[in-house]
Nanobody, 115 residues
């Protein structure tokens, strides 16, 4: 059973920074693709960033240059460093593990950026 436990997030002023963490269990972490998604009020869930087992990454255009996804395979953890936060980054952020044809999700955490 794959489990994803998130931490971090909260309330921050525009221009500030936050770091999200997501610890995975129940799988061979180093082999899997991990990602962060978000759902803003009234919008569909969207991909924020993804990191593959090779270490390569991709980012949604709105966060390029501001957010950084990374992973520590020894700790089975993926991180999302969010800098220069904007009010439009306000959303519930979810950790995702993509394994074969299955997707697994963390519990989601609210990130609120005040102007």
């Amino acid at each position: 059973q794959v489990q994803l436990v998130e931490s971090g997030g909260g309330l921050v002023q525009a221009g500030g920074s936050l770091r999200r963490s997501c610890a995975a269990s129940g799988t061979i972490f180093s082999f899997i693709s991990m990602g962060w998604y978000r759902r803003a009020p009234g919008k569909q869930r969207e991909l924020v960033a993804r990191i593959f087992s090779s270490g390569s990454t991709n980012y949604a255009d709105p966060v390029k240059g501001r957010f950084t996804i990374s992973r520590d395979n020894a700790k089975n953890t993926v991180y999302l460093q969010m800098n220069s936060l904007k009010p439009e980054d306000t959303a519930v952020y979810y950790c995702n593990a993509h394994i074969s044809i299955n997707d697994y999700w963390g519990q989601g955490t609210q990130v609120t950026v005040s102007s």
